[in-house]
């Protein structure tokens, strides 16, 4: 069992930046995979970024390159989600999100078992 808990959404203006974290507890492996997915009303689940706790490069969303950095610190089970240059259509309730995925699953939110209850992020004109 793992419990993830993120935090640090809020309302920002289109160009601000915003950091995400997202704590981990319970049964954390070397084989663990931590990821952010997103959700706006009305849309299905995106994919935004995730990374193995053995290391590796992260891996990105298409809308987010460039914008968005992943990182992590395993001392904390904590991964961290570094937003740039918000835009308006970055509004959506980011999920954290723990599993053992394979290396072409990352970016897929079936191959994740454990999932945090989000924060909201809101971005205006």
């Known amino acids: 069992q793992v419990d993830l808990v993120e935090s640090g959404g809020g309302l920002v203006q289109a160009g601000d930046s915003l950091e995400l974290s997202c704590v981990a507890s319970?049964?954390?492996?070397?084989?663990?995979?931590m990821a952010w997915f997103r959700q706006a009303p009305g849309k299905e689940r995106e994919f935004v970024a995730s990374g193995r706790r053995s290391g590796g490069s992260p891996a990105y969303g298409r809308d987010v390159q460039g914008r968005f950095t992943y990182s992590r610190d395993n001392a904390k089970n904590t991964v961290y989600l570094q937003m740039k240059n918000l835009k308006v259509e970055d509004t959506a309730v980011y999920f954290c999100a723990a599993g053992t995925p394979i290396l072409s699953q990352l970016a897929s939110s079936s191959a994740y078992y454990y999932w945090g209850r989000g924060t909201q992020v809101t971005v205006s004109s």
């Open positions: 319970g049964q954390i492996s070397g084989r663990t995979a």
